[in-house]
Nanobody, 125 residues
Framework: QVQLVESGGGLVQAGGSLRLSCAAS????????MGWFRQAPEKEREFVAA????????YYIDSVKGRFTISRDNGKNTVYLQMNSLKPEDTAVYYC??????????????????WGQGTQVTVSS
């Protein structure tokens, strides 16, 4: 059974940084594409970033490019999201997701089959 556990969320002032982690178990982590999504109150869940199985390819939504960095450590079965220059509009619950397809550019949440429980990120102005 696949299990994804996020950590690292919290309250931070605008301009600050947070690093989210997602520890995976129950899957062959090194062959999965991994992604981060977020959902703000009263909004649809949206794609934030994804990384291919090897970590060589990454992609982001435009609003976080240059501020967020997704990375992974296949030896630790963990994916990270480094978030810098945070803005109040980044406030949301952030979810880690796993896709058994090693790589593609699909960003629909339906392409990811496994999800974590989410971690709250709150950015104050």
């Amino acid at each position: 059974q696949v299990q994804l556990v996020e950590s690292g969320g919290g309250l931070v002032q605008a301009g600050g940084s947070l690093r989210l982690s997602c520890a995976a178990s129950g899957l062959t982590f090194s062959v999965y594409r991994m992604g981060w999504f977020r959902q703000a109150p009263e909004k649809e869940r949206e794609f934030v970033a994804a990384i291919c199985w090897s970590g060589v390819r990454t992609y982001y939504i435009d609003s976080v490019k240059g501020r967020f960095t997704i990375s992974r450590d296949n030896g630790k079965n963990t994916v990270y999201l480094q978030m810098n220059s945070l803005k109040p509009e980044d406030t949301a619950v952030y979810y880690c997701a796993a896709d058994r397809v090693p790589f593609n550019y699909a960003i629909a949440d339906t392409t990811f089959g496994s999800w974590g429980q989410g971690t709250q990120v709150t950015v104050s102005s």
